[in-house]
């Protein structure tokens, strides 16, 4: 069956594709608008679909709209309460209408789709399907925990044989990721977008007030949770353009270990409902890297498999995979995050050619880039196909010396971003257990934290935060034979087989996705060397 998933209804709109149990395509569409996001997530662009990104991922697999057997949108209105606290009840109704338009606006997007062949998937089924229908193993316990769904911000169960059964939910008002919308909202960054400055500002306070927050969260018996309204200002003022202190750090580190503590109570009552094994997670809460490897050390699960895209853009393919399961047909495990837009060298000649800058043809990509690194230079990395995901993982990376301390800050310059924030390190799979511990290895989508072994902290210190610990991401030959290979060159030239990897582009910009992006972001900031498939482009 020909299967396209979409996401729309809040932020992150995407595209999925998959054809006869094979994942073929999955993209955001803020890499073709080269819009953050794709747009805001209020009521009213909820007739916004990801037009672009579903043309591409049709054209990726050879189909045009009208051969398509079914489309899954992750949202279901008809599952809205509109009497529920947490929705806003002056706007929600013209989401919850333009929901029920989706098909005639899907098959305005996309000419000859039948607009009678859109399903409404619920949201937190999307979730929870991208997760545990594209892990890598069979049957699993699924946790899916966001800001919000239709009328619910959680939802628990286990897949069997590809069928979902549900053991518990939360109803709004109470929301995980509201409350941590909330807090980032109040302390002066972008909700639904800023969370993960948040988690890194935590580790530079401490939880001084989490005895306060075990009264305002905390689980209960029947596998979900409350939250309780939070006067914001009673733990530190509101963040307005001024600068953070160590209340807001410590507020951050508060509600941080606050949310870890539930997540191991919620997966606790979930591995006693199933004695399942493998735990699978998705919603934005799971891109919360910190509370994933807690999950992961003392979690009853031996084994914790997360969505690269595990945010509402990853519901595309989660309402794909939803639907073919219902179908009767199960799904090839996901085999890589790598499945947006790629070029052949010839096309990206074409373009250095038509950009008029000057280039070269290397001989060998890897080794050039390597030497680069091991000068102390910044490398912007655009190879094969691009990541599905909020992670650059090799695909559209900056790269750079995880040796000199500089880099952080150095970096964080180049892309415009918060001082506190730290870089993630690549690295080879055969050497991560000699560096980094605690956390679970390997670790190909970097979604978990892992402690920086002692003895390694001095020598990669451009990439051991604060607390020293990593956000790392393993590299294997078999899945990435050119980025292994320039992590074994530069280990050759520097005796470390770590480098710097964060994702390239610029703050408030998305990831670059098509060379031309590349070229832009290259001329805009200072960048030393573009590496552009077998092209080498050097700053004069």
Request: include cysteine.
């Amino acid at each position: 069956m020909r299967i396209l998933g979409i996401n729309a209804v809040f932020h992150d709109p995407a595209a999925a594709l998959i054809v006869d149990g094979e994942i073929v395509a999955a993209a955001e569409e803020e890499r073709f608008t080269r819009r953050k996001h794709g747009k805001r997530p209020v009521p009213f662009s909820a007739w916004e679909v990801p037009g672009q990104a579903a043309a591409w991922c049709l054209e990726r697999a050879g189909l045009r709209a009208d051969q398509l057997d079914a489309v899954g949108y992750s949202y279901d209105p008809n599952l809205v309460d509109h009497s529920l606290g947490g929705l806003d009840q002056n706007s929600e109704p013209t989401r919850t209408d333009y929901a029920f338009r989706a098909p005639a606006f899907l098959a305005a997007a996309l000419p000859g789709l039948d607009p009678s062949i859109v399903r409404f998937v619920r949201h937190h089924l999307a979730h929870a399907a991208s997760a545990a229908l594209a892990a890598p193993f069979g049957d699993s316990a699924v946790l899916v925990a966001d800001g919000r769904g239709e009328s619910h911000s959680y939802l628990a169960g286990e897949y069997r044989d590809g069928k979902f059964v549900e053991l518990a939910s939360q109803r709004l008002p109470h929301s995980l990721g509201l409350m941590y919308e909330d807090l980032t909202e109040h302390l002066g960054f972008t909700r639904s977008s800023d969370e993960y400055k948040v988690m890194a500002l935590a580790s530079y306070g401490t939880p001084r007030f989490l005895d306060r927050f075990r009264e305002l969260l905390y689980s209960v018996r029947d596998g979900g949770f409350h939250t309780e309204k939070v006067d914001w200002e009673e733990f530190a003022p509101a963040v307005t353009g001024g600068a953070l202190g160590r209340d807001h750090a410590d507020l951050a580190a508060s509600v941080q270990r606050r949310l870890e503590d539930v997540l191991l109570e919620l997966s606790s009552w979930l591995h006693r409902q199933t004695g399942q094994q493998n735990l699978t997670l998705a919603g934005g809460i799971a891109l919360n890297c910190v509370a994933n490897s807690r999950l992961h050390a003392e979690g009853p699960y031996q084994r914790i498999w997360v969505q690269p895209a595990a945010g509402d853009a990853g519901t595309a393919l989660g309402a794909a995979l939803q639907l073919a399961a219902e179908f009767g047909e199960r799904a090839t495990p996901m085999r890589g995050a790598a499945l947006g837009r790629e070029w052949t060298d010839q096309e990206l000649e074409t373009v250095l050619r038509t950009a008029k800058v000057e280039y070269t043809r290397s001989e060998d990509i890897a080794a050039e880039v390597a030497q680069a690194l091991a000068d102390d230079h910044v490398v912007a990395w655009f190879q094969g196909r691009a990541e599905f995901g909020p992670r650059a993982l090799g695909h559209r990376s900056l790269l750079a010396h995880p040796g000199r301390s500089a880099n952080l800050e150095r970096l964080n310059e180049v892309k415009g971003r918060e001082q506190f924030r730290p870089l993630a390190p690549m690295v080879l799979t055969d050497r991560a257990s000699e560096i980094f511990g605690r956390g679970p290895l390997p670790s190909p989508y970097m979604l978990f934290v892992h402690d920086v072994d002692p003895a390694w902290r001095e020598r990669i210190p451009a990439v051991t935060h604060v607390d020293g610990t990593a956000r790392v991401q393993t590299v294997d030959p078999a899945d990435n034979p050119v980025l292994a290979r320039m992590l074994s060159e530069f280990d050759k030239r520097t005796g470390l087989p770590v480098v710097i990897n964060t994702s390239l582009n610029t703050a408030g910009r998305p990831m670059v996705d098509s060379p031309r992006d590349a070229l832009e972001c290259f001329g805009s900031a200072p960048i030393d060397l573009l590496a552009l498939g077998s092209f080498v482009v050097r700053r004069s």
